[in-house]
């Protein structure tokens, strides 16, 4: 397999194109990443070192830390149509609320705490379902992501005289026009389409650069779960490449006559490149 970076490879290939990396004197110091945000040979820069040790003409010591502030890739604001996330937080409420933790210390920063800051009013959020295994229900945000203190069901393991839950700083946005898909899209599906949409997601992300923050790991035809994390985007060729989602997004971002004007101007480019959206 011919490897170079910036390529993302399945991840059963990730050993072999480690060592040839490695070879060509290029892998020493990488570390990889996912189209999914795990599964990618793209190259990461060494990290930067966290903290400095300073001293003043005494003699007196102090460390100055970096800032690890993460700056989100937002591909999709250039390119109209691409207004799809999915949810995979599981909450009671997720048919009227898409939320997200704020982090705390130097995971306040994550873009997997800071994604959802970048959902729009009018954006398309499908929600997975852990308990059936498959995405089951779509809504469309409201309004604008705001702060909120919610609670948030504690690990199993931190569980303690009956408190199941701990209220934290949060990210939310209002839902509405929750509706149930027709038929859910199982994780098996899920693998298969997405085996066949490979060379397309390589090529957005070649396109538009990574991560895509795409929320399934990749890598078998046969099986595939969500990535962790709270909100995820999904690409457009993802969405159109599964009738079931095709026909939920076109639904809920169908408009009133009033509005069909406006509806051409983002949602043009998805019906071109994705004709289920016609």
Same mark, same amino acid.
Request: net charge positive; with cysteine; hydrophobic share 35%.
């Given at each position: ?20 990396? %490695? ?61 799809? %996330? ?29 994604? *959802? ?31 909120? @203190? ?20 949060? %990210? ?17 599906? *899920? ?15 070649? @396109? ?71």
């Amino acid at each position: 397999m011919e490897v170079r970076r910036g390529m993302i490879v399945p991840s059963l290939d990730i050993v072999r194109s480690r060592v040839e990396l %490695w070879r060509r004197g290029v892998a020493s110091i990488w570390r990889y990443r996912s189209v999914g945000n795990r599964n990618s040979t793209r190259p990461e820069s060494p990290p930067r070192p966290r903290a400095r040790v300073l001293c003043d003409r005494k003699g007196a010591v102090t460390v100055a830390w970096r800032s690890q502030e993460t700056r989100i890739n937002a591909w999709w604001e250039k390119r109209p149509g691409e207004r799809y %996330w999915l949810d995979v937080t599981e909450r009671d409420d997720r048919g009227t609320l898409l939320a997200a933790p704020r982090g705390e210390g130097r995971s306040e920063d994550s873009w997997r705490h800071q994604l *959802i800051t970048h959902v729009k009013s009018g954006d398309v959020v499908f929600h997975y379902d852990a308990s059936q295994r498959g995405i089951t229900t779509c809504s469309v945000a409201k309004g604008a992501v705001g702060k909120k @203190e919610l609670d948030w069901p504690l690990p199993g393991r931190f569980e303690s005289n009956g408190v199941t839950s701990q209220g934290l700083p949060s %990210w939310g946005i209002r839902l509405e026009r929750s509706t149930e898909l027709a038929a859910a899209v199982p994780l098996e599906e *899920i693998a298969r389409t997405q085996s066949s949409l490979f060379p397309a997601l390589r090529a957005l992300e070649e @396109e538009v650069g990574d991560p895509l923050y795409y929320p399934f790991e990749m890598g078998s035809p046969h099986a595939t779960h969500p990535l962790s994390g709270f909100v995820f985007k999904l690409p457009g060729v993802f969405v159109f490449g599964f009738p079931e989602l095709a026909r939920a997004a076109e639904r809920l971002t169908r408009p009133l006559p009033a509005q069909e004007k406006s509806r051409s101007s983002w949602m043009a480019p998805v019906t071109r490149l994705h004709p289920a959206a016609r």
